[in-house]
């Protein structure tokens, strides 16, 4: 009785007068005590409220149903198909959402639905990897902003892919400490790219130096990140770079002349398809022949060969332990040394490699001169402080 006079008086109420009735249809349904029919009515009347001309209407019964365990499950899903700052609050809150449900969400929902759903406080991996593919910008950051969301690896990948060059996403991916080395290395480029873009575009440097300069600081970020990875971090590191076509020349170079013989030896087992304890045995082989053969079943120049040969005979030579891991920084007396046994051999001032062992030179050189300035200020400091503590000690 009491539904069949709340339909009658809707026909004729303004829409404010309307909407604070539905929320409390609403509430009694959830909240009361009533009976069958009395629930089977209210049931009713909230469906018959989904055609209500009056957003005001539809949004009383989005907020007051979308929280809750016992909304009838017909009205949520009608809300779901509204305007979208209200199917946003179901979409955002009710918890009789299926997976599959929210997937459909993301894949036809409206930017905003998509947001309330990468907001939600749980956000299972199929949906995280949903709105990877074809969420907002908006959804993808507020999925990788927090920890607690299980974003498959692939999923990181795709968002990269596709919003890497915005600086929130950067920023929110590098915080997570379950991003892969793979994925670290696509966003250093990416913002290499963007930095190279900004110079370029206020015209500080020409649009080609710019681009030179942010892939050479692309390569030294690269060699760094791969002296962080764990034991079996590398490879996949190393076939992302050559999937992305970024497994350069100078990027092996650059490994090997910065000491990081993992990341190298593991380069060549890439490029070469064989194991990487068959590319290793080549590579330290001291007869030369076998890390000829290696090298040249890798795919790389044969005019840049005798750079890698003065770069594995310095090391040789020197009695220098290979180190597995290495660091970003390159080595300034083995970079010389190639560069000296290189110069002879260079196919005059147009050779590429002779311009960017040069650069190596420098870069090498800027390297060593920052640390000994960091090790002679360190040690300024530690006798200043020896300084204080005497006159302290003489009081005493």
């Known amino acids: 009785m009491i539904v069949r006079h709340f339909l009658r008086w809707i026909q004729t109420a303004p829409a404010g007068d ?39 209407v539809r949004r009383a019964l989005a907020d007051a149903l979308a929280p809750s365990e016992d909304a009838p499950h017909t009205v949520i899903v009608g809300l779901l198909q509204d305007q979208a700052e209200i199917a946003a609050i179901v979409a955002r809150h009710s918890p009789l959402l299926l997976d599959a449900e929210l ?7 409206a930017p905003l639905v998509q947001y309330a759903v990468a907001r939600r406080d749980q956000v299972p991996a199929p949906v995280a990897a949903a709105i990877a593919e ?16 299980d974003v498959p690896a692939f999923s990181i990948d795709r968002i990269i892919e596709r919003f890497g060059e915005d600086a929130d996403i950067r920023e929110a991916l590098f915080a997570r400490a379950d991003l892969s080395a793979g994925a670290r290395q696509a966003l250093v480029v990416k913002l290499s ?56 020349t100078g990027l092996v170079l650059r490994a090997l002349l910065s000491g990081n013989v993992r990341l190298f030896e593991q380069a060549l087992a890439e490029l070469s398809g064989l194991s990487l304890r068959q590319a290793a045995g080549l590579v330290h082989d001291r007869r030369g022949a076998g890390f000829r053969a290696l090298y040249d079943r890798a795919g790389l120049p044969a005019s840049t060969y005798p750079a890698f040969r003065a770069a594995l005979d310095a090391w040789h030579e020197d009695g220098l332990p290979f180190q597995r891991g290495g660091d970003a920084q390159l080595r300034r007396r083995m970079v010389e040394r190639v560069l000296t046994a290189y110069a002879p051999v260079a196919d005059g001032e147009l050779d590429v490699l002779l311009a960017q062992l040069r650069r190596f030179a420098a870069e090498a050189a800027r390297d060593e001169a920052r640390a000994f300035a960091r090790d002679l200020v360190a040690g300024h400091e530690a006798l200043d402080d020896e300084a204080v503590e005497f006159p302290l000690v003489a009081a005493a």
């Open 18 to 56: 309307r909407a604070d009735a539905t929320a409390a249809l609403a509430r009694a349904y959830l909240h009361s005590d009533l009976g069958r029919e009395d629930s089977a009515a209210a049931e009713a009347a909230m469906i018959t409220l989904l055609d209500d001309p009056s957003p005001l």
């Open 103 to 109: 997937v459909d969400l993301v894949g036809a929902g």
């Open 134 to 149: 074809v969420g907002c910008l908006e959804a993808c950051l507020a999925v990788v902003a927090l920890d607690t969301v």
């Open 193 to 248: 790219a963007a930095l190279s873009a900004f110079v370029a575009g206020r015209a500080w440097l020409p649009e080609d130096k710019a681009a030179r300069i942010a892939r050479e600081a692309s390569d030294k970020a690269t060699v760094a990140i791969a002296a962080t990875c764990g034991g079996e971090g590398i490879a996949p590191l190393v076939r992302h770079l050559r999937q992305s076509g970024q497994l350069s």
